[in-house]
């Protein structure tokens, strides 16, 4: 049995350990195991920590029972997208920019996991610097999805998606700057959240879009997705953009059910542009919600290509302000080319960046240049500010909104034309835009065994709705 | 093709960005971005129609400051020790020029 320890849901591991029926030792053995056989064909982590996280479990197994911290996921391992800071650990942001930078710091959220007597894994694949929505854009290795061998795991937080799926992580860290950790989560059959905006502290992560992004969880079931969240709940003074939101009872979230929601299915997504197969997928899990007492009704919201736009130019403005600061001296790859400064600078940069982010750092270069600031910029902060007035006014008619987490099913490895590629944020940017708390969680697969997946948005600070409803759904699923 | 000649970044415009946000482009990649960065700029394109309603509240928002005090911070050595190259305390950038 102690082989299978990793097949357990999280919640029988955290009973397993209270009751010592099993090791953290063991228990993070058994993962590491599974890396081993696995990761090979999965390459879901760039870097497995095996000495560091074996030495952290015998250290918690040898703390006496008043010394254990009585959290929820005490005991238990979990893996890190690789754009959050370790200390003396690599973090690459999957970039030869960063291909040897080793962090002197933990990230805030890091430092939570591990008072609360976590044990990390190693460090996941991920688009560079999380610019993509396929993990292929990685600069050092693919990733394959576990549920479905020819196709993407999605991304960029595909291979935290990739590494949980594959039983390789109970639970994983991501991060969600437009749909990053709802996509891989549909993609790959998982819970995925992405809190709301300040709710979650961003210090220690490796800026992309610093307006629209927060680390985010990925989890094979719902229980231990709401426990990550709430132990890495809290503000923090480190990032002024974080926020004292108030935690919520587990126990009681997990009993409360959906009789008597309000939820509104969000019309655009359930139209033109959006694979039939996925739209039907949401739909009969909203019949769903409503045979268990919720009530359901289509809501308007504006045609979502304007919020896709204004995304893809605020996301690519702020990363190439962000990534100005990789510039070879402080930290980072530095070009052996070059005969002043500037010239330094450029081919550090033409070297270390890959392709993708160095279209997105032109794209944002070009939306702020004084030309055209006013015609892309300012209209693309104009639409979010009006996407966030329309869906703030629609919570007063709805408790929750609901709709596709992606407007397709997962494209073939290396088949997508990058169209495509940014078209799968449709269904995913408004979260993002409007800094609210969105979930994704499976709902049923197609006639291939392609995971289809529905997303739930949230007023600002209520993921206690959000985790309300995937416990009531994905108790009834289980039925 | 899904996207027409006129739609394609131009050369001297892609030239200029690359040189002001310092990313050194080869021939090949102008060429492959002045077709590539075509969709992002039809999506920003639709963007430009719109009515300006809106802009100045945006701009009006603002965030929260800390507190300006002195606080313990990363040791000095450990973040010159993430540098390329490094002496006697401080970042060394060893090239001609400046």
Known sequence: ?479 | MPFEKEEFFKREELEKTAELCRVFLTDEEKQAFEEELAPLLCMARTLSDLPDQGILEEAQETGRVREDTVKKSLQREHLLACAPEQSEGFFLFSKKGE
């Open chain 1, 1 to 479: 049995m102690k082989n299978e320890l990793n097949r357990l849901t999280v919640k029988e591991m955290a009973q397993g350990l209270k009751k010592r029926d099993f090791s953290c030792f063991e228990l993070t053995g058994a993962h590491l195991d599974a890396i081993a056989k696995k990761d090979e064909e999965i390459g879901a982590y760039l870097t497995v920590c095996a000495e560091n996280a074996k030495a952290r479990a015998h250290a918690l197994d040898a703390l006496g029972k008043e010394q254990r911290a009585s959290a929820p996921l005490y005991g238990v391992p979990y893996a890190l997208k690789d754009n959050i800071c370790t200390a003396g650990i690599k973090t690459t942001c999957a970039s030869k920019m960063l291909e040897d930078f080793v962090p002197p710091y933990d990230a805030t959220v890091e430092e939570r996991l591990k008072a609360a007597g976590g044990v990390p894994l190693g460090k996941t694949n991920m688009d560079e610097f999380g610019m993509g929505s396929t993990t292929e854009y990685s600069a050092f290795q693919k990733t394959i999805n576990p549920i479905a061998h020819d196709f993407v795991p999605g991304g960029s937080s595909g291979g935290s998606a990739a590494a949980v799926a594959a039983y390789e992580a109970p639970y994983a860290l991501g991060s969600d700057t437009g749909g990053s950790v709802r996509l891989p989560a549909a993609y790959c059959g998982l819970v995925g959240l992405k809190p709301s905006y300040g709710a979650l502290s961003r210090y220690g992560l490796v800026a992309f879009a610093s307006s629209l992004e927060q680390v985010g969880v990925l989890s094979r079931g719902v229980y231990e997705n709401a426990a990550a969240f709430l132990t890495l709940l809290g503000a923090d003074e480190k990032d002024a953009t974080s926020c004292a939101f108030p935690p919520f009872d587990l126990e009681r979230t997990e009993q409360a059910g959906v009789k008597g929601l309000r939820i509104g299915l969000l019309r655009p997504f359930f139209e033109k542009g959006v694979d039939p197969r996925v739209a039907t997928g949401a739909l009969d899990a909203a019949k769903t919600l409503e045979h268990m007492g919720a009530q359901v009704t289509f809501c308007p919201l504006a045609p979502p290509e304007h919020s896709l736009a204004a995304y893809y130019v605020i996301s690519s403005a702020e990363a190439s302000s962000n990534l100005a600061r990789f510039d070879g001296v402080r930290y980072g790859k530095r070009s052996e080319k070059g005969d002043s400064l500037e010239e330094s600078h450029a081919f550090s940069r033409g070297e270390g960046f890959g392709k993708e982010v160095k279209k997105r750092v032109l794209f944002g270069s070009y939306v702020l240049s004084a030309g055209q600031i006013d015609r892309y910029y300012h209209k693309a902060r104009a639409v979010a500010a009006a996407l966030k007035g329309e869906v703030t006014s629609l919570f007063e008619d709805f408790d929750l909104l609901l709709c596709p987490t992606a407007p397709a099913l997962p494209p073939k490895r290396g088949e997508h034309p990058p169209t495509n590629a940014y078209g799968q944020d449709l269904c995913t940017v408004l979260a993002n835009l409007t800094g609210l708390p969105a979930l994704c969680l499976p709902c049923g697969r197609t006639r291939e065994g392609l995971p289809l997946s529905l997303q739930l948005l949230a007023p600002m600070g209520r993921e206690d709705l959000l985790y309300r409803t995937a416990f009531a759904y994905e108790g009834e699923e289980k039925k």
